[in-house]
């Protein structure tokens, strides 16, 4: 069983890593279920394992937090929906990279249900949404805009940590950081896509493709 938890208003960072460490130890432990936790933080960076220093250009706009999950920095703020993955990699086939690969089709599937296509780039972590609407790129391509990140730790084959979805940021705030070490690409939401969509019209479809994605995964 997989318990889903949603929090209201907006959720300090250093308690929230407290509360899934916690969790994600008694999934190991066999004392507790599985958990999705769903929440908004206030503005902040975080630095994950292969941060690069240089990649923080305003270190002085929001707090900036050392995180244990996997990649570069990341920011979270208001009108980006956090989905924390306390999962059990172990019971789903000790298989990490298939691990990712099922969060990534799980946004992919969601932002299917408001009509937009999220694909994966070689190379570049998270999920990216083609704008045919801008103009091409320095090297001629279509212009690509990140729409989610992705990012987690595994102990004793429990997850934490996990993804965020841009629904409708200040897309500003991603300026004092490169986000996930990439330069030549922006970032992008639902909203600055054109689609009004809100937290709880995500948490539902967020909701609808988990089972869809990861129902024959044991």
């Given at each position: 069983m997989v318990e889903w938890i949603i929090s209201d208003g907006l959720t300090d960072y250093d308690h929230a890593c407290r509360v899934m460490e916690e969790r994600a130890a008694a999934v190991a432990a066999g004392t507790a279920d599985e958990a999705i936790w769903l929440l908004e933080h206030p503005p902040l960076y975080t630095a994950g394992t292969s941060a690069k220093p240089a990649d923080l250009v305003d270190p002085d706009r929001f707090p900036v937090y050392p995180s244990k999950r996997g990649g570069q920095y990341t920011?979270?703020?208001?009108?980006?929906?956090?989905?924390?993955?306390?999962l059990n990699v172990g019971q789903r086939g000790h298989d990490v990279r298939r691990f990712v690969q099922q969060l990534e089709a799980w946004v992919i599937a969601t932002l299917a249900e408001f009509n937009v296509t999220g694909e994966i780039r070689e190379g570049r972590v998270g999920v990216w949404v083609p704008r045919p609407e801008k103009p091409l790129g320095a090297d001629g391509q279509v212009t690509e805009d990140k729409i989610a990140a992705i990012g987690i730790r595994l102990r004793k084959w429990i997850s934490f940590h996990g993804i965020s979805i841009n629904v409708d940021p200040d897309l500003r705030h991603f300026d004092g950081i490169v986000p996930c070490g990439i330069t030549d690409h922006g970032v992008t939401s639902l909203v600055d896509l054109g689609l009004p969509v809100t937290m709880d019209d995500i948490d539902l479809a967020l909701k609808r493709s988990f089972t869809r994605v990861f129902s024959t995964d044991r």
């Open positions: 920011y979270h703020g208001p009108g980006q929906r956090v989905v924390y993955v306390m």
